[in-house]
């Protein structure tokens, strides 16, 4: 098996990241730096820095020239980071020493990476945004649809009282929809330019550092910091941590459906589902195994990607390095995750009989609280606890229904709506309707 899901030819469909997947290879990376040399070559022959017609040969270049990823590895190697090869093989490919000399003019390396970092998390965020928003849409639709369908909710795996299947739909989603409400804030804050130089003071740069950083955030598109960030690895971090709160969310709406399509209980069906090479009658919920799969794994990278904010001094190869390792494959199994729940939303079906056979069996036992609250109308509450106890004893003794213990016991109270499903879910039906019009608004 390769080191990565990801990367293997075998698994990287079940594994599906789609268009993100683009994004963390070799190639891509050094795209995005080529991108980020162009941009402060140009920003730094508008300012005088270098001169303007070397500006904008090395702006051109860096559109114009391709350099071979795999080149890069023995430099790479020799130095911890990717960069000082990059300028070697750029200046190389130029074939113009007067211009190509003034390429990565005071910068450093972190610069470089981190930027580039950025330009690629900045289509990663609207990758996933773009999936979110696709699987709103369907799970908007899918809660109005059954806002009103009744079904057992169920607590530490036990029926506890009656829902909506649009109510446990819009458990899945609102949490994305809350997601997507932080992403503009998200993005402005934390999207931002790296350009400070060998020690993080821009030094080289003199007064023109602080300009400097603007104008090749505005050229960018990324935001302006305003300071050093290279040992502050705090924009990466809440960047992974808002795609694991993704990754977790999806992660509990797999292990939902997985428990709702588990045999002796079939309150769902998939639209697509795995077979097994030995058992014909099988069909295993294989999409919401990834989004749960895929979400365990985030979070434990997202565990072991903190600890690189404990960088040392103006840089730390050791954090930097950590951050390498597990970030992408963090970004990658989020983006697994949407994905996944984008194509597998379109397809669920529940089944309102399957989930009606809850109630058939149960002898009227989930009703039990809405029992004992229309009870202590008539007695004090500690007493009409007891007594639903007591009838829920001897119905589980003699296998009768909480309903006929409860009009023999209580002739002259009026418990028939107690016993009615379509009247005991609460606001179930206005939850899932209030979440239906959130996402449609999405």
Known sequence: MPGSVHDSVIYHKLFDAGEASRLFT?????????????ALAKAQGALGIIPEISAAAIHRATLEI????????????????????????FREEMKGPEHAQYLHWGATSQDIVDTGLM????????????????TLSDLGKLADQHADTTMAGRTYGQYATPVSFGSVVAGWGNPLLSLLSELDDLRSKNLLVSLSGAAGTGGVWGEQAGPLRAALAD??????PGRSWHADRGPILRIADWLTRVATAIG?????????????IGEIRLGASGGSSTMPQKQNPVQPSVMVATARQVIGLNATLQGTGL??????????????????QLCLSAATAVQTARSLAPGLAPDPQAMLRAFEGGQGLIHAEALSFRLAA??????????????CLEVQQTGAHLADATRAAYPDIDT?????????????PDQARAFAARAASA
């Open 219 to 224: 050229g960018l598109g990324l935001a302006d």
């Open 119 to 134: 330009l690629r998390l900045r289509q990663l965020l609207s990758l996933v945004e773009d999936g979110l928003r696709a």
């Open 378 to 391: 008539h007695m004090p509450r500690p007493e009409a606890q007891a007594e639903v106890k007591r009838l």
């Open 416 to 428: 028939d709506d107690i016993f009615d499903l379509s009247r005991q879910m609460g606001d179930a």
């Open 26 to 38: 070799d190639s891509a990376e050094v795209r995005a730096m080529l991108i980020v040399e162009g």
């Open 252 to 264: 509990k709406m797999g292990e939902d459906l997985i428990a709702m399509a588990q045999s002796g």
């Open 66 to 89: 391709v350099i071979d990823a795999g080149g890069l590895g023995n430099a790479a190697a020799k130095n911890g980071v990717p960069v000082p090869g990059l300028v070697a093989a």
């Open 311 to 328: 960088a040392r001094q103006e840089r730390d190869g050791a954090a930097w390095f950590t951050e390498w390792m597990t970030l992408p």
